[in-house]
Nanobody
Framework: QVQLMESGGGSVQPGGSLRLSCEAS??????MGWVRQAPGKDREGLAS???????TYADSVKGRFIISKDNSKNTLYLQMSNLKPEDSAMYYC?????????WGVGVNQYNYWGQGTQVTVSS
């Protein structure tokens, strides 16, 4: 059973930063990613990282968000900068039991999901 647990969400003003963390059973062998969902909207894939640290970003967050992982801690991160109100959403960590991320940031490639952590950006 793969377990994923996100943390680090909260409220921040526009232009601010947050770092999300996801503790996982294992990060070194899988495709890992971050996905968000705002009320009334579809899930949106944001970033993914595979076994070989190949990274893909959605255009909506490119240049503002950075995905990384620490395999020694089995933890995935999402550093978010220059946050905008439209970034407000529930953020989920996701994992695919495969070494690569064949669909880039595509949300349907993931087998396991965390419970999510809320991010709210407002003044």
């Amino acid at each position: 059973q793969v377990q994923l647990m996100e943390s680090g969400g909260g409220s921040v003003q526009p232009g601010g930063s947050l770092r999300l963390s996801c503790e996982a059973s294992k990060t070194s062998e899988w495709c890992m990613g971050w996905v968000r969902q705002a009320p009334g909207k579809d899930r949106e894939g944001l970033a993914s990282i595979d076994k070989w640290d190949t990274i893909t970003y959605a255009d909506s967050v490119k240049g503002r968000f950075i995905i990384s992982k620490d395999n020694s801690k089995n933890t995935l991160y999402l550093q978010m900068s220059n946050l905008k109100p439209e970034d407000s959403a529930m953020y989920y960590c996701a994992a695919r039991l495969g070494t690569n991320c064949p669909w880039g940031v595509g949300v349907n490639q993931y087998n396991y999901w965390g419970q999510g952590t809320q991010v709210t950006v407002s003044s």
